[in-house]
């Protein structure tokens, strides 16, 4: 369940906090390998929804990939914040609106989604927890549930798995896309299904 937030934290994430958050990340304040917006969207919602905890101080640093230049504390704390915000906000919609969680995902000029970022920031996330993550992978009935967002994860010579004519390719990716919330919102059930209940005193 998400946590009951402390005084003065975000508790909705705005866009004005997204555009926020996008512009620093991009900066030249930013580390050069840090995560942006859509990659750091798919990683905060893999650790939010996987099998274990991850507490903060260790996935955090992977967010940079270096060391963050913050102009001043302030400016520290509302990043971070936006960030913890968001975290906490996956967790709020999966577990008392589903239906309302939406990916952060790169559009096109076409307004069509552009999921790679993202599904390979949830794979970073993966693997944090790799062997965690393995039940759902190995499961005959549920782990087609992953495949709309396996199907962006490239190959060791960073190539898509399929091969496949352009266009087809494009129309696939498109339709996977736009399957990725119903995906997580399955992804997110299945751990919660095998989370022991807890008794109460």
């Known amino acids: 369940m998400p946590r009951v937030p402390e005084p003065g934290e975000i508790v909705e994430v705005t866009e004005e906090d997204l555009a926020f958050l996008e512009a620093f ?10 995560m942006l917006l859509s990659d750091l969207d798919g990683f905060l919602t893999a650790i939010a929804i996987g ?3 991850v507490a903060p101080d260790e996935w955090l640093p992977l967010v940079w990939n270096g060391r ?10 509302r990043v971070v914040g936006i960030i913890s915000a968001r975290y906490d906000e996956i967790l709020r919609l999966l ?5 309302d969680f939406a990916p952060i995902f790169w559009q096109d000029d076409d307004g069509e989604p552009i999921a790679l970022d993202w599904a ?5 996330g993966i693997r944090l927890r790799a062997d965690a993550w393995t039940p759902l992978f190995e499961s005959k009935e549920d782990s087609v549930v992953i495949t709309p967002i396996a199907a962006f994860w490239q190959d ?12 087809d390719e494009a129309k696939m990716l498109l339709e996977a896309a736009q399957l990725i919330p119903t995906s997580i919102v399955a992804i997110f059930r299945f751990w919660r299904r095998r989370r022991p209940v807890k008794k109460k005193k």
């Open 156 to 167: 060791e010579d960073d190539e898509p798995p399929a091969d496949l004519d352009p266009a």
């Open 120 to 124: 390979e920031g949830f794979l970073d």
């Open 95 to 99: 577990t008392q609106s589903p239906e």
């Open 25 to 34: 990340l991009m900066s030249d304040r930013a580390p050069e390998d840090s």
């Open 68 to 77: 963050p230049d913050f102009a001043s504390p302030d400016e520290a704390k």
């Open 51 to 53: 099998p274990e905890p």
